[in-house]
């Protein structure tokens, strides 16, 4: 409550609305929640409180903060869901589980996210690829839309062998849509409501599951997928009471996991990536004199192969300075389980159950590690950075397990993008979506030509 948190630097704003109002202009605006968090830095240091959207909450910045928070020990902090977000993933989702129970179920459930484990799934990546270009010249692409849909046939095919094309693809997409869109919706579970919606399209995408895994199980479909390999190597058998198997509601809960915190944060990445190299003329030239030197040296063949795509050094420095000037994820808000002491000597303590963010923004623009934050300079991703300087996929035991796969997705799309085509926006605008993933409010419309 407000009164507990007295004596701490920051403003709980007005009743009730808090200060929601000037957060959210300034989360819409171009350069994002940095001008709402800076204002307040410069006026109360690192370590602020504030009411924002229903929640009395405590952000804090710089790497001291992402020490604590991050790469404290286990079971310290939890992640801060909505409402809404923790009734549609599930209570076994591991996105809430914490302590050994989240290190048992991450064990399980990312190890075909690891770059040998990818390594089957590149030449569907990568078909992929070349089929969605080619339908892009002499048309209005809206490209977060066309990101969109690649990186969800990608996930889908992973995860459960589904085709590109098809009706079984159609449903899929559909369901997955509603369940996106109901995440951080309001709490009312009644007919017409987003939230109602995204839990008929999670159960109507739980029934999917269950008749594909019924028809692995007893023999009837055979896929060499990640739903296959978690059926055959960790799933529970009836009666059983293994710990490190995972039950059906395990598996079904982690699935949409997984495909929920690997869609709009891949989609969105691609989509920046597209438009920063646009408006940055001469990093996109080095970037092409990077892919047209791996296709110059190729002997014969023409396809982009697995360790082609292993090494692309400019590319992945480019990528990730796109992640670190656009942000895809702002902060990182956590519930804490045990009191800590605040950081920076502030001589404050967090009680246990308060809302804290890590303001990532923040880091980023840190002027001792970037001394230029906002310009796209890909030359800072030379050397190795100061730890916990660059949080774009964060850190610690919660770091993304979708590293590889991300930077699969985007180094062979990026591949073929520069190698074959050029392309200019339709409009200028630079407002973002008030989602919590960062993403383009015009969804970036382009015009696309053969090279
Ligand atoms: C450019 C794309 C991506 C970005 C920027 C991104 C970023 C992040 C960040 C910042 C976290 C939180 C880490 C922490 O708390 O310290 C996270 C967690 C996670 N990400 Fe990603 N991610 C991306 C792609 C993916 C993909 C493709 C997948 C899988 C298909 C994925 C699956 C997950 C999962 C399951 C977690 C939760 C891990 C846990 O709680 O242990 N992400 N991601």
Not at 212 to 231: A, H, V
Not at 289 to 298: N, V
Request: charged fraction near 25%; hydrophobic fraction near 35%.
């Amino acid at each position: 409550s407000p009164k507990a948190m007295e004596g701490l630097p920051g403003s709980m704003g007005w009743p009730i609305v808090g200060e929601s109002f000037s957060f959210l202009s300034d989360f819409s605006s171009p350069s994002g929640i940095y001008s709402f968090m800076n204002k307040r830095q410069q006026r109360y240091g690192k370590v602020f409180k504030t009411s924002v959207l229903g929640r009395f909450t405590i952000f804090m910045t710089g790497r001291e903060a992402s020490k604590i928070l991050l790469t404290g020990k286990d079971g310290m902090v939890s992640l801060n869901l909505f409402y809404t977000g923790k009734q549609v993933l599930g209570p076994t989702s591991l996105l809430q589980t914490t302590g050994d129970a989240h290190k048992r179920l991450r064990r399980l459930i990312t190890e075909p996210l690891s770059i040998e484990g990818l390594k089957k799934y590149f030449q569907f990546i990568n078909t992929l690829a070349v089929e969605t270009l080619d339908q892009w010249p002499g048309r209005r692409v809206l490209v977060l839309e066309e990101a969109s849909t690649f990186t969800l046939k990608v996930i889908g095919n992973m995860i459960m062998s589904l085709e590109p094309t098809g009706e079984e693809q159609e449903k899929f997409r559909a369901n997955f849509k509603v369940i996106s869109s109901s995440f951080a919706s309001l709490p009312f579970k009644i007919p017409g409501t987003a939230f109602h919606r995204g839990i008929k399209a999670r159960d109507r995408m739980y029934s999917m599951l269950d008749s594909i895994i019924s028809r692995r199980r007893n023999g009837k479909d055979y896929q060499l997928d990640f739903l296959q390999s978690l059926i055959k190597k960790h799933s529970k058998a009836e009666g059983e009471d293994d710990e490190d198997k995972l039950t059906d509601s395990q598996l079904k809960d982690n699935i949409l996991t997984l495909l929920v915190a690997g869609h709009d944060t891949t989609t969105a990445a691609l989509t920046w990536l597209i438009k920063f190299l646009e408006e940055n003329p001469a990093v996109l030239e080095h970037l092409k004199e990077e892919h047209k030197g791996i296709q110059e040296s190729r002997k014969g063949g023409s396809n982009l192969t697995w360790s082609e795509v292993n090494n692309m050094p400019y590319t992945s420095k480019v990528s990730s300075m796109s992640i670190n000037v656009y942000h895809i994820l702002l902060a990182e808000s956590s519930s804490v389980l045990v009191t800590l002491a605040l950081p920076y000597n502030s001589g404050y303590n967090i009680k246990k159950g308060w809302s804290v963010n890590l303001d990532v923004v923040s880091i980023h623009h840190d002027p001792e590690v970037f001394p230029d934050p906002t310009k796209f300079d890909p030359s800072r991703f030379d050397a190795p950075l100061k730890p916990l300087s660059f949080l774009g996929f964060g850190t610690g035991q919660r770091m993304c397990p979708g590293i590889n796969l991300a930077k699969l997705e985007i180094s062979v799309f990026i591949h073929h993008l520069v190698c074959r085509y050029k392309w200019r926006p339709l409009e200028k605008d630079d407002s973002v979506q008030p989602t919590l993933v960062r993403m383009p409010k015009n969804k970036y419309p382009i015009v696309v030509e053969p090279l």
